[in-house]
């Protein structure tokens, strides 16, 4: 039941590594977490350390060759460098490290199954009907079992016969140092912000990541042939912050340390509580506006605040200044007479996107999620990869794309009259 160190504490909670989050949702996947599928994942040290590390290479082998060494029941990876020549690189335990598994498939080595993100989907079914770009066994992150618990990422996973086979099409080389490496067919991108995950934090360059943690500037399209240039002065290893992008899903990881600092979903609900408190006003109906609680994080309440998304005036639902030719997509706000799209405001409930603890006085443009000053400010200066060459700003909290100049603006409330 217990590991050696818990035995003589049994209370003693286990050690965090950190927490991944996949980018598009707002506090659960549409459908609820289940199981291993969710959208948030806690890496805690395990009762007994699973890491892996290189051990005996074996070259020029024969396809039956290498069968033979895939087969035992250790971890090995295969370079198919042509039909007749494929190196096996086995790997062997390592005491030290604990190895945690991300990717689409459901298979038992997978720790973490990461679908693809469906910007602004409501329901799990809108996912499913897209063609995945998402490998099966994406990646590995690797844990130190011991202070200061580095994590470090590597493209593609071990399947369920502890292999990773990298193909004759696969970007595949040999290093200086006479080991072999190589690029999972999309492609594991991870950006490391600079100054951490703070209020002062900017975007940093976003890299590939090699089978072997080397870290690479990134290829011209995601699955190209050619692989970039190696980027000897950056590392494979996790900080607060960091983004990995598996070509389908976009995780951030939050270290233990980093996640302390950061709001929880108490504060969001007392800062919830507080606005409400306020008793903001429609300034065309007059009745008294309210956000919803974050259970109800999906439905339009009838006191659920709206915006005009060009000037930032807060009111309830109501149908002034619909004008049909419109579409009903612009209109025109009583406040200021600009006019623009009309949407629901809606809480941003995923604590680990937030920067600071912060009121929640900023919403994304165009769909309205709500947070912090900081928090939209950092977001919207983010290039998220998009498809296979593409990149754009994006909601944390639903993954839709971010409009208008900022991709933000400040909410103006209006007081009780009273």
């Known amino acids: 039941m217990f590991s050696p160190d818990q035995e003589n504490h049994p209370s003693k909670a286990p050690v965090k590594y950190g927490e991944l989050i996949v980018l598009g949702y707002n506090g659960s996947l549409p459908n609820g977490d289940r199981g291993r599928r ?55 335990h390592d005491s030290n490290t604990d190895m945690f598994q991300i990717g689409r498939s459901t298979e038992s080595p997978i720790d ?30 690797i844990c130190e079992r011991n202070p200061p618990f580095t994590a470090r990422i590597y493209a593609a996973g071990f399947d369920s016969s502890k292999n990773i086979f990298l193909g004759e099409k696969a970007a595949k080389w040999k290093t200086s140092d006479g080991q072999m490496d190589g690029l999972t067919t999309n492609g ?39 692989r970039g240039k190696m980027v000897d002065i950056e590392t494979n290893q996790l900080q607060d912050g960091s983004l990995i992008d598996l070509c389908g899903a976009t ?36 009745n008294t506006l309210a956000f919803p609680s974050m259970k109800r994080k999906d439905v339009v309440d009838e006191k659920q605040p709206w915006v ?34 009309y949407v629901p405001l809606w809480l941003g409930c995923e604590a680990g996107f937030y920067v600071d603890a912060g009121p929640p006085t900023h919403a994304f443009s165009p769909c309205g999620h709500v947070c912090s000053e900081k ?40 007081g009780p009259l009273d």
């Open 38 to 92: 969710k959208s948030r994942f806690a890496l805690f040290k395990r009762p007994k350390a699973n890491g892996v590390k290189p051990s005996t290479v074996h070259i020029a082998c024969t396809p039956q060759a290498a069968k033979a060494i895939s087969n035992k029941d250790q971890h090995s990876i295969s370079y198919t460098l042509s039909r007749a020549q494929t190196v096996v690189v086995e790997y062997t």
């Open 112 to 141: 973490f199954v990461v679908t693809d993100t469906v910007p602004g989907s409501q329901s799990n079914s809108d996912t499913q009907s897209v063609q995945s770009t998402i490998s099966r066994f994406a990646c590995r992150i």
């Open 188 to 226: 594991v991108l991870v950006m490391h912000p600079r100054n951490g995950f703070t209020e002062d934090s900017k975007p940093g360059i976003w890299r590939e990541i090699s089978v072997c943690g080397n870290v690479f500037s990134l290829r011209e399209t995601r699955s190209a042939q050619q």
């Open 251 to 286: 995780l951030l990881w939050r270290t233990a340390e980093g996640l302390s600092h950061t709001p929880t979903v108490k504060h969001l609900e007392a800062l919830r509580q507080e606005i409400n408190a306020a008793r903001p006003q429609c300034p065309v109906g007059f």
């Open 308 to 341: 005009y998304l060009n000037c930032g005036h807060v009111h309830g639902y109501h149908n002034w200044g619909n004008k049909e030719e419109r579409d009903g997509k612009d209109r025109e706000c009583p406040m200021c007479r600009s006019v623009g799209p």
């Open 375 to 414: 928090t939209t400010a950092y977001w919207s200066q983010i290039p998220l990869p998009h498809g296979t060459h593409t990149f754009h700003a994006a909601c944390p909290f639903c993954a839709h794309q971010l409009a208008g100049e900022q991709g933000y603006i400040r909410l103006i409330f209006q």
